[in-house]
């Protein structure tokens, strides 16, 4: 006879209901045991106590959990409540070194003692009754396993992503060369995320300084493609917009070579061969006048 699976479902959910009481009732015992645990042990090293608190509050989530009959949904709101301190806990694992797996196999772990009492609620622990609450348990269990790795792998994430916009912003410095000039040195490749934090960088140190002139050097560009001169037009666009003169330096023969071939088109945009000569063209524009330094007075000096 063919069972469906709202039939299964069905037939599941007064085992559910039986595990839900059964961890708020045990929720004290079930905290007891896991502050022992690996993965509580570890992170919570001031104290014993905030171990307890905090396996109280995981049982009290998966009790929740369990009183809607979602057993296998990660998605659950009854993980709300912990999945902050899962992930907390998980990063605090990941810095001691604990890999995926690892912290797989400690989440695992904290099955076999919630099975223990779960087991001694039955006169006869292998009774159907008994068999399908464990096996709900064991089910409600695994998802806790699989809540506590896609947060995991979020929360990496969203490192990752925080550490790429710290090192954009710290490859992107904006120098200032002298007074109402501002240079910005790029290095490597500038794509499009790069190319919106040198914009709002460069926009942002023209305002701060009160910058007449701006510099955008690509000494450090390996190669200039259509991409990266449509980059370097919005951000000249934009200085322009913002009162700002900017210049383009660091113009190498290769690079002048590749840009002619592409039919790229930069007339509107003035340029220079490096960044001295941007320098020399800011400053003489604010009447500024650099005198050789002679060979006597280099000697004096």
């Known amino acids: 006879m063919h069972v469906s699976v709202s039939d299964e479902n069905a037939e599941r959910e007064p085992a559910a209901q039986q595990v839900s009481a059964f961890l708020e009732r045990r929720r004290e015992q079930i905290a007891q045991r896991w502050a022992d645990a690996s993965l509580f042990r570890t992170v919570f090293t001031v104290s014993r106590d905030e171990a307890v608190e905090a396996g109280r509050s995981v049982a ?68 159907p009754e008994a068999q399908e609450c464990l096996l709900a348990l064991t089910v409600l269990m695994g998802t806790l396993r699989l809540v506590v790795l896609e947060t995991t792998v979020s929360a990496g994430e969203e490192v990752i992503a925080r550490q790429r916009e710290q090192l954009n912003e710290v490859a992107t410095p904006v120098i200032k060369l002298w007074e109402s000039t501002v240079a910005v040195p790029l290095i490597g490749t500038l794509d499009s995320v790069r190319s919106q934090v040198v914009m709002e960088s460069l926009l942002d140190a023209i305002v701060a300084e009160r910058a007449r002139f701006a510099i955008l050097d690509i000494t450090g560009v390996p190669t200039v493609d259509s991409l990266v001169a449509q980059h370097l037009m ?16 660091g113009i190498r023969p290769a690079i002048a070579q590749t840009i002619v071939h592409l039919g790229i088109d930069l007339g509107t945009v003035l340029t220079r061969s490096s960044l001295e000569d941007a320098l020399a063209y800011a400053l003489s524009r604010q009447g500024v006048e650099i005198a050789p330094v002679r060979a006597a007075d280099a000697g004096a000096r």
């Not at 913002?242 to 383009?248: F, H, S, T």
């Open 234 to 249: 919005k951000t000249v666009a934009a200085a322009r917009l913002m009162g700002a003169e900017c210049i383009v330096s």
């Open 60 to 127: 009290a989530a998966l009790a929740a959990v369990a009183a809607t009959g979602r057993l296998d949904d990660i998605r659950d709101p009854g993980f709300a409540a912990v999945r902050d301190q899962l992930g907390r806990m998980a990063a605090s694992r990941g810095r001691m070194g604990i890999g995926a797996d690892g912290l797989a196999d400690e989440v695992a772990a904290l099955r076999e003692p919630v099975t223990e009492l779960l087991r001694a609620e039955f006169p006869d622990p292998y009774a």
